[in-house]
C-alpha cells in the first residue's frame, strides 16, 4: 500500500535545524494549531500583520461561521490547488517538538521565474527568541538550495519593526513600497507595505546544521528533477 508521502509529496518534507523542524501542515497538527492561535498572534504594539484578520475572527468551533472553519478551508485550498504552476505549502514549526508558529512559502511559475513569496507568523507565547529569524532562513535556503529559486519575496507593514527585524537577519534588502489593503472587522483600511527582497548572494545562513528530507520526490512533482 502506498503511503501519504507517496501520493502528496509534500508531506514528506521535513527540514530541521538544531530542535526545530518544519512540516507540510497536516489534518493531526490542525487542532494545537487552532490552540495555538487562540492564544494570540498579533503582539499589542505591533500593526495587524496580514490582509485579513483572520486570527481575530470570532471563535466559533462547528460553526460555518467565524474562527476556525474559514482558516481550514484556505488550508485544505492549498492542497486541492497544489500544481507546478502555482503551489503553496503552510509549514508549521515546531520547537522542542511544540508547535510554535507557521511559515508558508508560495510560488507562481516558478520553473521560469524562479522566485519564491515567503510568509510567517508565530504564536505570541513563542516570540522574542530567535524561533522567526531560523524559519525564514530554513525557507529561503529550502528554496535556493532544494529548489533552485533565484530570489526570495517577502514584505511588511510599515512599523512592524520584528518583522523588518527577521528579515534583516535573514539577508532580505528592502525593494520598494507597496500600498496595500487590509481587510479588519471595521472595515477596511489602506496601509504602506515595505517590500524586502533576499537572492543567494545576500542570503544570511542559520549557524546550525540543517537536514532536510523529502525533497527529491517533492521536486519531481513540481516538475523540477
Not at 528554496?143 to 534583516?168: K, M, P, T
Request: hydrophobic share 40%; aromatic share 8%.
Amino acid at each position: 500500500m502506498l503511503t501519504i508521502e507517496e501520493i502528496f509529496p509534500p508531506f514528506g518534507l521535513r527540514i530541521t535545524s538544531g530542535t526545530v523542524e518544519m512540516r507540510v501542515l497536516r489534518d493531526e497538527d490542525i487542532p494545537e494549531l487552532v490552540e495555538l492561535i487562540c492564544g494570540g498572534v498579533q503582539a499589542p504594539d505591533l500593526p495587524m500583520p496580514f490582509l485579513n484578520d483572520w486570527h481575530a475572527q470570532p471563535f466559533q468551533p462547528g460553526s460555518p461561521e467565524g474562527f476556525p472553519t474559514a482558516s481550514l478551508a484556505w488550508w485544505w485550498s492549498q492542497r486541492a490547488t497544489f500544481a507546478p504552476e502555482d503551489w503553496r505549502m503552510a509549514l508549521t514549526v515546531r520547537r522542542d517538538g511544540v508547535l510554535v508558529g507557521m511559515q508558508d512559502v508560495h510560488a507562481k511559475s516558478f520553473r521560469q521565474a524562479r522566485h519564491v513569496e515567503t510568509g510567517s507568523w508565530l504564536g505570541l507565547r513563542h516570540q522574542g527568541r530567535g524561533t522567526g529569524t531560523l524559519m525564514r532562513q530554513l525557507a529561503v535556503g529550502f528554496a535556493f538550495d532544494e529548489l533552485g529559486a533565484r530570489s526570495c519575496g517577502s514584505g511588511y507593514i510599515v512599523g512592524n519593526h520584528a518583522s523588518a527585524a527577521v528579515s534583516r537577519k535573514t539577508g532580505y534588502v528592502t525593494n520598494g513600497l507597496n500600498r496595500i489593503v487590509q481587510h479588519t472587522t471595521d472595515g477596511a483600511i489602506g496601509v504602506d507595505e515595505q517590500r524586502v527582497l533576499v537572492t543567494p548572494g545576500t542570503y544570511i545562513r542559520p549557524q546550525a546544521s540543517v537536514t532536510t528530507q523529502g525533497a527529491d520526490a517533492l521536486r519531481r512533482f513540481l516538475a523540477l528533477a
